[in-house]
Structures are given as C-alpha cells and as structure tokens.
C-alpha cells in the first residue's frame, strides 16, 4: 500500500511533544521519511524511542532553532541520510504569558527568538535544498492568539508576525515550486496549554471545559487535527495554495 507521502522527507521543528509530535506522526503514518529536531532532549529520546518501536524511520537530533549553525547541521545531516528534503514545518514554540507591565525582556525576546528567529532560520536553511529540487512545501505553526489574546503580547505578536512572514514566503518562493502556508490552532490539548493552565492557577479540565464553551463543535482540539491541516498543505497535489493562513479552532476567527 503506497503511502501519501511515500518518498518525501519531512523536517520538523519541536516535534518531540504535542503539536509537533502529532505532525511527524502524521507524516510518518503516509509514508514520509521525518526528522525532528528538539531542545528538549529527554522527550526527544522518549518520542524516537516510541516512533522506532513503531517501525518507522525517523531521525532525531538535538537542536536550537535560534541558533543558525545548529539548524544548518541538523538539515545537512537529514539531506544526506534520506537524499532529499522537501516538507519544513515550524512547529518550536514557547510561551512566557503575563500581562505587559509585568512583562520582562527576557519574556519578549525569548519568544520572538524561538518562534521569529527560530522560523527563519529554519526557512533559510531548507529553501536552498527546495529551489535545487524545485519542489517543497514549508508550513509555518501559527495561533489563534495572532488575533490578539489576553497576556500575550509576546506571543500574539510573534505568531502575528508568522503570518506575514509565510506569506512573504509564498511570494517569493512561489517560482521555485516552493509553497509557504500556515496552521493557526485554537485551544488544542497539550504540554504547553497544561502549563497555560497551571500558569492561570487552574486545573487542565477546567481550562478545558472554559475553552469547549466557546467552541461551536463543542470540543477542544487535539494534535491530530492541526496534523491533518498540515498535510492538506504539504501534499503535492496543493501546488496551487500558496500564502494562506487556516485556522484550526473548531469555528470562525476573524
């Protein structure tokens, strides 16, 4: 049984947990060769250990994605193992919530560095693999809370700034046969809206609950569902969706 994905490699960035995690899964599942890459060494381990138990193919290395030279090694090691590097997903994420006057440097430079820096980096290295082949699909991670969103000025402000960075992308690239599109999940369950939780002085199901009572499928989302948006974008068959943003939240955002 041929697989959706069979030939193509996938690198994904923050992929040992959550989002991510599904994502590579998700690629893994239709026939991509994937590699992910981490600065979380422990759940990297985890998730290489699972996914090779598994049976797949997947390559895991430890790396900083604001850091240039990492993310360059990282990406030449993959071309080199696999041939070929045709699907990027900037995924790596972190939140440092408060409100703004309690708002330090650090919270708004760490979270520009990583979502920011760290997806052009990532773009910058893969697209010169992209326009050698002329094909490739890279798909930016982005959220709900680009709309604006309580005690994340940080945050909003960065998955904002995704938003135009992917669809400059889009313009550029286009030629090449490269597409650039983003996901922009609402409330999904994971690690980091488990910390969102504990960061609100409130249990996971509370959080939960709050949230499912402001979606319109009544539901809060799951890793799966933003990893189904995601190979929407990277399948060859969407050459002609180019420089779009899909919001995954189980209803309408402005």
Same mark, same amino acid.
């Given at each position: 049984? =041929?697989?959706?994905?069979?030939? %193509?490699?996938? $690198? ?10 599904g ?6 599942? !239709? ?20 996914? %090779? ?15 240039f ?10 071309y ?5 590097? !045709?699907?990027?997903v ?17 919270d708004? !430079? ?19 693999y992209?326009v ?10 982005s ?21 135009? $960075? ?9 030629k090449f046969?490269? =597409? ?6 609402? $409330?999904?369950?994971?690690?980091? =809206? ?9 249990? $996971? ?29 990277? !399948?060859?068959?969407?050459?002609f969706?180019?420089g ?6 189980g209803?309408?955002?402005?």
């Amino acid at each position: 049984m =041929t697989g959706r994905f069979d030939n %193509k490699v996938a $690198f994904v960035t923050g992929g040992s947990r959550g989002i991510g995690k599904g994502i590579a899964q998700r690629f893994l599942e !239709d026939g991509a060769k994937v590699a992910i890459i981490d600065v979380n060494e422990e759940a990297l381990s985890e998730t290489e250990s699972e996914l %090779k138990e598994q049976g797949y193919e997947v390559h895991c290395k430890v790396a900083n994605v604001v850091e240039f030279e990492q993310i360059q090694n990282a990406m030449k090691e993959v071309y080199d193992k696999f041939g070929s590097l !045709d699907i990027l997903v900037n995924n790596a994420g972190v939140i440092r919530d408060n409100m703004l006057f309690k708002m330090t440097d650090s919270d708004w !430079d760490t979270v520009m560095d990583v979502h920011l820096k760290g997806s052009f980096n990532a773009a910058r290295a893969a697209q010169q693999y992209m326009v050698e082949n002329k094909y490739g699909r890279i798909i930016n991670i982005s959220s709900t809370s680009a709309l604006g969103n309580r005690g994340q000025a940080n945050y909003a402000t960065a998955k904002a700034g995704l938003q135009g $960075f992917t669809k400059t992308l889009a313009i550029e690239l286009g030629k090449f046969g490269i =597409t650039a599109n983003a996901v922009a999940p609402g $409330f999904i369950e994971t690690e980091m =809206t488990k910390e969102t939780a504990a960061r609100i002085g409130i249990s $996971f199901e509370e959080l939960i609950q709050h949230s499912v009572a402001n979606i319109p499928v009544a539901r809060s989302g799951k890793p799966e569902d933003i990893a189904n948006a995601v190979a929407f974008y990277a !399948d060859e068959k969407s050459s002609f969706v180019n420089g779009q943003v899909l919001y995954v939240a189980g209803g309408p955002k402005d």
